[in-house]
C-alpha cells in the first residue's frame, strides 16, 4: 500500500520490480520510486517483498490506484513493461511523461544481430554495460550507459573455506548462456559449490537471501563466474566489493574492466581459469591481495556516488528533454 506521502523537492519515479538487487541499489538514489503490486504477485508486481531491505522511498502502489497517481518520469527495465505493462496500468496521460528504458541484459538471441525492442525516439535508452551498448542495435537516438553501483560491504573477506563458490539462479535450465557445462567441468577438477534458486534439485545449496549474500560468500576462498554472455553480474561486483577474488571467463564487460593475474584471474580458456583456481585454493595471502585489488576496482568502478549522479543526470535529462518538446 502507499506508506508515505511524497516530498515535493523530489523526482517520482513510476518502475515495476523487476530485479530487485537492482531496486535496492536505485533507492539509494535520492528520489521516491513507485513500483505496482497486485494480489498475483506476477513478474514485476511483487511489491517491496521482504527479500530486501527497502527504505521508506520504495512505495507499494495497489495496480487499481496507478492511474490516480502524478510522476514525474516513468522508468521500463523490460520488453513487457514497455509493450504490455504500461498500457494495462497506465493512463492515457501517464504514457506521455518523460520516460527512460533501463535495459539489463546483454543482447540476445545474438550477439551481434539482435535489435533492441525500444523504437520510440522520445525514450532514453540506458545500458549497464558499456558492451552492451556496443554490441545492442540501438533504435532510438538518447542512449545512455550507466554502471553498477553498489554499497560497502557489510561482511570483509576471510576465505576459510578452502573452496570456490558459484552463485547463479536456474543455471542448470539456462544452458549455455549461463555456464552449466563449465561448472559442470570444473567442479571434477576443484572443489565448489554453487548457491542459487532452484539448484537444490543438482546438488547446490539453493537460494542465499540477498541480505545474508555477503557474509555468506566472503567464507569462500573465490567466487567463480562461469556466465558466457551477460551483464557485469551484481554478484561479481558485490563480490569484488567484499574483496573476494574473483575468476571469471573474459567475455563481454569483464574483460574491459578486470585485468587477468592482478584484479582477478580471467580467461577464455577454461584449464587456465582452472589452473588460477588451484593457486588461490593453496595460497591464501596471494587470494588476499588478489581481492584487494579488485576492491579498490569495484570502489573505482560501481561507487554510489557515481551511480547516484549519473542517475539524477538522466531523468533530468528526460524530464528538461520532454518539457523542450512540448
Not at 523526482?11 to 531496486?23: A, C, M, N, V
Not at 502502489?61 to 527495465?77: E, G, R, Y
Not at 542448470?172 to 555456464?179: L, P, S
Not at 577464455?268 to 581481492?291: C, E, F, R, S
Amino acid at each position: 500500500m502507499i506508506s508515505r506521502s511524497h516530498q515535493p523537492d523530489r523526482l517520482k519515479i513510476f518502475t515495476w520490480h523487476i530485479h530487485g538487487s537492482y531496486l535496492y541499489y536505485l533507492s539509494q538514489c535520492n528520489f521516491d520510486i513507485y513500483i505496482p503490486v497486485n494480489d498475483k504477485k506476477n513478474e514485476g508486481y511483487y511489491g517491496r517483498g521482504k527479500t530486501f531491505l527497502f527504505g521508506d522511498n520504495v512505495i507499494e502502489v495497489p495496480v487499481s490506484h496507478v492511474k490516480a497517481l502524478d510522476f514525474d518520469c516513468i522508468l521500463f527495465q523490460s520488453e513487457k513493461n514497455f509493450r504490455i505493462d504500461q498500457y494495462e496500468i497506465l493512463s492515457a496521460e501517464q504514457r506521455k511523461l518523460p520516460a527512460v528504458y533501463l535495459e539489463h541484459n546483454a543482447p540476445s538471441p545474438y550477439a551481434v544481430d539482435s535489435s533492441h525492442p525500444l523504437y520510440d525516439p522520445r525514450v532514453v535508452l540506458v545500458h549497464v554495460t558499456h558492451y552492451n551498448k556496443l554490441m545492442w542495435k540501438n533504435n532510438v537516438p538518447m542512449v545512455r550507459v550507466i554502471q553498477h553501483g553498489i554499497t560497502e560491504a557489510s561482511h570483509t573477506y576471510t576465505g576459510e573455506l578452502k573452496k570456490g563458490i558459484v552463485v547463479i539462479n536456474h543455471i542448470k535450465e539456462r544452458g549455455r548462456t549461463t555456464g552449466w557445462d563449465i561448472y559442470d567441468r570444473v567442479r571434477a577438477e576443484v572443489p565448489i559449490d554453487l548457491a542459487g534458486i532452484g539448484t537444490e534439485q543438482y546438488g547446490g545449496l539453493g537460494e542465499v537471501l540477498f541480505p545474508r549474500l555477503t557474509a555468506f560468500t566472503t567464507r569462500y576462498r573465490f567466487l567463480f563466474n562461469p556466465i558466457r554472455h551477460t551483464s557485469f553480474g551484481l554478484f561479481v561486483c558485490e563480490a569484488m566489493m567484499a574483496g573476494i577474488p574473483v575468476v571469471s571467463l573474459a567475455t563481454t564487460e569483464y574483460a574491459n574492466l578486470l585485468t587477468n593475474g592482478e584484479s582477478a584471474f580471467i580467461n577464455t580458456d577454461v584449464d587456465a581459469l582452472i589452473a588460477g583456481m588451484k593457486l588461490l585454493l593453496n595460497n591464501l595471502p596471494l587470494a588476499t591481495t588478489m581481492g584487494q585489488r579488485g576492491h579498490a576496482v569495484a570502489q573505482e568502478q560501481f561507487n554510489m556516488e557515481r551511480f547516484i549522479r549519473e542517475w539524477n543526470e538522466v531523468f533530468e535529462f528526460a524530464i528538461n528533454k520532454k518539457m523542450m518538446t512540448v
